[in-house]
Nanobody
Framework: QVQLVESGGGLVQPGGSLRLSCAASGIIFSISAMGWYRQAPGKQRELVARLTSGGSIYYTDSVTGRFTISRDNSQNTAYLQMNSLKPEDTAVYFC???????????????WGQGTQVTVSS
């Protein structure tokens, strides 16, 4: 099994910055993608940023130029650096990875528990 632990959320003023972390642990053979989603009250969960093992990076339009996703392969940890935060970035942020526990296992998606990010003055 794979477990994800997120950290780094909190309350920040508009224009401020936060850095989210997502540490994966357990039996992990490989991770093919790591990403961050968010869900605001009354809205659907949306993909914010995604990084594949091949180096492809995706950002949703609203965060392009402000957010940066990165990964520490040695620690199986993903990061989301969020700068120039806006009130509309307020949401619960969830980490998601696609991983194989063993070489012969199919790739599966795993979710973190979520961390609250609130941008308010």
């Amino acid at each position: 099994q794979v477990q994800l632990v997120e950290s780094g959320g909190g309350l920040v003023q508009p224009g401020g910055s936060l850095r989210l972390s997502c540490a994966a642990s357990g039996i992990i053979f490989s991770i093919s993608a790591m990403g961050w989603y968010r869900q605001a009250p009354g809205k659907q969960r949306e993909l914010v940023a995604r990084l594949t093992s091949g180096g492809s990076i995706y950002y949703t339009d609203s965060v392009t130029g402000r957010f940066t996703i990165s990964r520490d392969n040695s620690q199986n940890t993903a990061y989301l650096q969020m700068n120039s935060l806006k009130p509309e970035d307020t949401a619960v942020y969830f980490c998601n990875i696609v991983a194989r526990s063993r070489s012969f296992d199919p790739a599966q998606g795993y979710w973190g528990q979520g961390t609250q990010v609130t941008v308010s003055s």
